[in-house]
């Protein structure tokens, strides 16, 4: 398929789409750069659930670039809401995915930018502005990580495998049926890892690092991006009940697809 394929009303094609959310990522990374070690604000949006001033000014420059150039589509960002709109293009955005580990200075945090039509994610970029990784996809055609195409790990053993995961906000509240499933993946792969960072696990499976992730109650911005890109590397992503993935889903479970069926029966 190819990029140009997707147009509509106002003439624009993926080409553009993807020129803009790669610009607007890096800008994003700028922000982020700033305040990283510099942070005066950091409030809680839940009892573990943080929310900084970089959050917020990352959002803002990624929101002004999008509406300069495509004013009539919808966007869905993680500090500020929705923006209505009445096309079926929109954005979904994460400015900041892993504000924990950022405002720690835990260097694995990411810009999260997905375009989506009728709901159906054909553009997404995830950019990590300390370590400068770029992973990117157009559906149809691949992905990348630095311009270079990526494919999901061929191993088939779940025995053999490396499992990434991270745990909810409200976590408190489900901690028995989280902790089960998290004892059943430690007992059943080679190793199991926790970075705090939903968009950058996906792309991990999609760069090969991780044969599995699985998680529950994520929101759109923190995988729309990420679930095209690994679907482009060759990932298969369902649900717990082993059903096809939505971003607007609340359970997620991505692989390389040969440890699918292992990985669900852990879960």
């Known amino acids: 398929m190819e990029a140009n394929s997707f147009t509509n009303e106002d003439n624009f094609n993926l080409d553009k789409v993807y020129q803009v959310a790669i610009a607007s990522a890096y800008q994003a990374g700028k922000v982020l750069s700033q305040y990283y070690g510099q942070l005066k604000h950091v409030e809680k949006k839940g009892a573990i659930d943080l929310v900084t001033e970089a959050d917020v000014e990352s959002e803002k420059v990624v929101k002004s670039i999008i509406q300069s ?3 009539k589509h919808g966007i869905v960002a993680e500090e500020s809401g929705i923006t209505t709109s009445q096309t079926p293009y929109e954005w979904i955005i994460d400015p900041l995915d892993g504000t924990t580990n950022y405002a720690h200075q ?20 995830v950019f990590n502005p300390v370590a ?17 195409r990526i494919r999901v790990s061929q191993t088939r053993e ?32 080679q190793a ?3 970075l705090g960072a939903a ?27 990420g679930m095209l890109i690994a679907q482009e590397a060759g990932a298969h992503i369902t649900n717990f009940s082993n059903e096809p993935y939505h971003y607007e889903m609340s359970e997620i479970v991505a ?12 879960l």
């Open 199 to 225: 968009a950058l696990d996906l792309c991990f499976i999609a760069s090969g690092q991780f044969e599995g992730f699985w998680e529950q109650n994520l929101k759109p911005w923190d995988t729309a991006a």
């Open 158 to 189: 779940l025995s053999e495998s490396v499992l990434v995961t991270g745990f909810p906000y409200n976590l408190r509240e489900i901690i028995d049926d989280l902790m089960t499933r998290f004892s059943n993946c430690l007992q059943s792969a």
């Open 192 to 194: 199991v890892r926790r």
């Open 106 to 125: 835990i260097p694995i945090f990411a810009v999260s930018i997905a375009f989506v039509i009728d709901k159906q994610p054909v553009v997404g970029i």
């Open 69 to 71: 150039q495509f004013p």
């Open 255 to 266: 692989t390389n697809r040969h440890i699918h069926q292992d990985l669900i029966r852990c």
């Open 132 to 148: 400068q990784d770029l992973f990117t996809a157009i559906k149809g055609q691949g992905a990348t990580h630095n311009g270079q």
